[in-house]
């Protein structure tokens, strides 16, 4: 979440962000990237772009298709 409102709207053109995010959301970013905060972001877009070609735009859909691989995962354990 960001402390300060941006200084321009929101566009689809932007190509540099400066936001201020927490600590646990930098740490998600990291761990997204093996410590890498740019790889991190990188790959948080490519998790994304896959979840949004599936249609799984919503948070709700997100939430259950993680809670089906989990299911799957589990069933498939010896």
């Known amino acids: 979440m960001t402390t300060k409102k941006p200084g ?3 566009s689809i053109r932007t ?3 400066q936001r201020y995010i927490s600590d646990s959301q930098a740490a998600v970013i990291a ?4 410590g890498d905060m740019s790889e991190g972001f990188c790959n948080l877009i490519d998790l994304y772009s896959q979840l949004y070609e ?3 735009v919503n948070g709700a859909d ?3 298709c993680i809670s089906n691989l989990i299911k799957l995962s589990e069933s498939n354990k010896p």
């Open 8 to 10: 321009r709207p929101p």
């Open 15 to 17: 190509r540099q962000f």
């Open 31 to 34: 761990a997204a990237g093996a």
């Open 54 to 56: 599936l249609r799984m």
């Open 62 to 64: 997100i939430d259950c």
